[in-house]
């Protein structure tokens, strides 16, 4: 039995795993290839020329577009929020408890719900996307005729990307923020019929500025953590087809698991208020 | 004008480039040949500046640009125009906004006089009118040709080919090089081309190097090459199976 155990760890067996260095090792460098990507992108933010006609198309990208989603995404967030917050105090407070479900809803949706749901969604639509695009100007040389003419890679495609996801995720946020708190409140006032004025009175007295606001700061930092991990996926894409087919991906994957690590730190270390 | 001094790259253990010595001068057309994946690109693409050597020295004008920030490199590769193999256009821009991109980065022109320069430098390449197309509704021939009209639309005085009759037929092959030879009469540019195209070599070289095995081991007039007595260089310019070179 334990001969059989050996056998299994044995890296003639097995010839795909390497050893745990190997993928320390691996880690490390993809960390130091996003940590100088950030600083280039950084660096290159405050230099002329700024590629405006990109940034603005960006905007459009990853706001207007993906406005649908969103708005899909935060009205059944809120409407299920809304319901399980009503089944909460219904059974374990009393009946007329539910009007407090209010500010829980708008804290839960406006401090953690929305922000991730419009980081999964943009990663998913406008992060692949990046990386596909990028990539597919690598591998067709697109991005060496950039730099032969004259545009530095990292100002023309990856400083504008940022920007706009910087400037257009806390956007989506608060478009979310409004669709899913007027669906927990639709749930709740009309559906289930709690008091309408104690759900808006106990909403307003116990909500403050400071949980939409740290909601915004979350969602600009997985702004900038889709638009780098797309960018970097896509400059990093080599293999024809099936290398941007892995790197679009790999970008949803990293986004996603960074934009649900990063809020937990996030949420540990932003003030509960002000 | 370009010299290229001991270059050694490696990409992991292939050891691509192992020790290239070269140089063009004004108005001269330098042909690379040597099989496909020997490193003629690689080659290309540290003369002007998109790799960096692990070893040794590219020398523009006597300024050695391997080891230049990006803003400084692009000074210098203001003077290099380049057509890329698969011609390299950018699928989201018209082809007018791609002939017109490096003239809005690297000259101070007005928006008139660039349309103007676009509707000339296509003119040049015998293009006229396809300015609004997109990359997508035109044949490869016409991509190379848009792509050389991007290449020399803000004047440079160096062109580099990386294998510009790849994947066209012979008769937009050779009007491929017509054009290059035009543009070396008319532009009075230097020329660098890669290719394994021994007709396109022969008609418009002026010297011809040897890439093989990381190195350059025949550099020559067309005539020199075709008598070399080097067994390798004959194999390749004749195109057969049989002879020393075996990793085909």
């Not at chain 1, 992108?41 to 405050?46: E, I, K, S, V």
């Not at chain 1, 106990?202 to 900038?224: C, H, P, Q, R």
Request: aromatic share 8%; net charge positive; with cysteine.
């Amino acid at each position: 039995m334990l001969t059989w155990s050996f056998n299994l760890l044995n890296p003639k067996m097995f010839p795909i795993a390497k050893s745990p260095l190997f993928y320390i090792n691996a880690f490390l460098q993809e960390v130091g290839e996003v940590g100088l990507l950030f600083f280039h992108t950084f660096r290159n933010l405050f230099k002329k020329p700024w590629e405006k006609r990109i940034f603005i198309q960006q905007l459009e990208e990853i706001g207007v577009r993906s406005l649908p989603v969103v708005s899909l995404t935060a009205a059944f967030g809120g409407l299920v929020f809304g319901l399980q917050t009503y089944v909460g105090f219904h059974r374990y407070i009393g009946p007329g408890s539910e009007t407090y479900g209010g500010p829980i809803i708008s804290l839960g949706l406006s401090k953690e719900l929305i922000p991730i749901l419009v980081g999964l969604m943009v990663s998913g639509r406008v992060g692949s996307a990046m990386a596909a695009e990028i990539g597919t100007m690598k591998i067709t040389e697109q991005i060496d005729a950039l730099f032969s003419l004259g545009a530095d890679p990292t100002r023309y495609l990856v400083v504008p990307r940022t920007l706009a996801s910087l400037v257009m995720l806390p956007c989506l946020t608060i478009y979310g923020d409004i669709i899913g708190m007027g669906a927990g409140f639709f749930y709740n006032v009309y559906l289930m019929g709690v008091n309408r004025v104690l759900y808006i009175r106990n909403t307003l007295l116990y909500m403050e500025l400071w949980d939409i606001m740290s909601g915004l700061i979350k969602s600009a930092v997985f702004g900038v953590i889709i638009a780098l991990i797309g960018c970097w996926q896509g400059l990093k894409t080599e293999g024809g087809a099936e290398g941007v087919g892995r790197a679009t991906t790999r970008t949803v994957v990293i986004a996603s698991i960074l934009i649900l690590i990063v809020n937990f730190f996030l949420s540990k270390a932003l003030p509960a208020d002000l | 004008m370009i010299r290229v001094v001991d270059l050694h790259k490696s990409f992991g253990h292939n050891k691509v480039l192992q020790g290239i010595n070269l140089r063009l001068k004004h108005g001269e057309t330098l042909v690379i040949i040597g099989q496909s994946g020997c490193g003629k690109s690689v080659l290309l693409k540290h003369i002007i500046g998109l790799l960096k050597p692990d070893k040794g020295k590219v020398l523009v004008d006597g300024v050695d640009i391997t080891n230049l920030k990006t803003d400084e490199l692009h000074r210098i590769t203001r003077r290099f125009g380049m057509l890329f193999q698969g011609s390299a256009l950018f699928d989201s821009m018209t082809v007018g906004q791609n002939v017109s991109f490096g003239l809005e980065r690297y000259t101070e022109f007005s928006p008139e006089e660039i349309k103007e320069l676009v509707k000339e430098s296509l003119a040049k390449v015998g293009l006229i009118g396809i300015e609004n197309l997109m990359p997508y509704e035109l044949s490869g021939g016409m991509k190379k040709r848009v792509g050389l009209a991007r290449a020399i639309a803000y004047r440079p005085d160096i062109i580099l080919y990386d294998e510009p009759s790849t994947g066209i037929d012979p008769i937009r092959a050779d009007a491929i090089n017509d054009l290059v030879i035009r543009m070396k009469q008319e532009l009075k540019v230097a020329t660098i081309i890669i290719t394994h195209d021994m007709v396109s070599a022969y008609k418009v070289a002026d010297r011809i190097g040897m890439l093989y095995a990381g190195q350059i081991i025949e550099m020559g007039s067309p005539e020199q090459i075709k008598n070399s007595e080097n067994q390798v260089v004959q194999q390749f310019i004749h195109g057969r199976a049989e002879g020393p070179i075996k990793n085909w």
